[in-house]
């Protein structure tokens, strides 16, 4: 299999935001870059991430609240600008394509000697690759169960649809179902109501779409202690809380 490549303009060595860094946070984005060309950065999580950088947790606190306010990434480590730097020509197996269809058409039409040179392989420009990107997405149908998904998945500050969508449709074509990820969001939404987590501890989801497949696990609400024949200090409305939502995460099951 071919190594994977990338655009790297040669403004990086110019561009004040980057040269503003110091050297160990620009290697870091030149990382960042190599891991998004393999398109793997919205499904790693962030510990994930650390070792693939090579620092430590805190240190990819900072990087990352540096990057994002240089404008390098959003708050799900997503690149931006990212599609408008790199072009569909880039991948060679798009060049091989194009150049195969352009000799087959060459068969049954006269070819000028342009056609023929072997550097003929990727003659649309970048302009005209925009365009047919911006033309393609534009054309892209909602999934509407993925948008179900979305709508039942609890609410995680900074959370991104985008990359969120690109690892569902990952695991779709990995061979998992749809129902199968609608239920364990369903299931994880009770967890995280029953256990009361925090915004800011609940699972991006692109990682919880991502292929760790976090959608497969259990999620059971650890019962929360009390003393014999007591209630936990909890009132009754709490009390009436817990058992709708036991009885909840119950049927969520049975119906996975």
């Known amino acids: 299999m071919a190594n994977q490549w990338f655009r790297l303009y040669s403004e ?6 980057v040269q503003s860094m110091p050297e160990a946070m620009q ?37 990352k609240a540096l990057f994002i306010k ?46 023929q040179n ?17 033309t393609s997405v534009a054309a892209e149908p909602l999934d509407p169960d993925f948008e179900t998904a979305w709508s039942e998945y609890p609410r995680r500050p900074g959370a991104s649809k985008a990359a969120s969508l690109k690892a569902w449709n990952a695991r779709i074509r990995a061979g998992a179902s749809a129902a199968e990820m609608i239920a364990g969001v369903k299931r994880y939404a009770t967890y995280v109501e029953l256990e009361r987590t925090e ?8 990682t919880f779409f991502g292929p760790d497949e976090h959608y497969r696990s259990d999620w059971t609400a650890r019962p929360r ?3 014999p024949g007591g209630t936990g200090g909890l009132s009754r409305q709490e009390q009436l809380e817990q058992r709708n939502l036991a009885v909840a995460a119950r049927l969520a099951g049975e119906t996975a």
């Open 118 to 134: 072997g550097d003929s392989l990727d003659t649309d420009s970048d302009t005209e690759q925009k365009q047919k990107k911006k």
């Open 70 to 115: 240089k404008g390098f990434i959003d708050d799900a480590w997503e690149v931006l600008n990212w599609e408008k730097r790199q072009f569909a020509s880039d991948s060679s197996a798009e060049r091989t394509r194009a150049w195969r269809e352009r000799r087959k058409q060459g068969k049954n039409h006269t070819v000028t000697s342009h056609e």
């Open 27 to 63: 290697r870091r984005l030149i990382m960042l870059f190599c891991l998004r060309c393999s398109d793997v950065t919205v499904t790693l999580s962030d510990e994930e991430l650390a070792f693939q950088l090579r620092i430590s947790d805190v240190e990819l606190v900072d990087t």
């Open 225 to 227: 202690a009390s003393p």
């Open 12 to 17: 990086f060595a110019t561009d004040a935001k």
């Open 199 to 206: 915004p800011r501890f609940i699972k991006q989801p692109a």
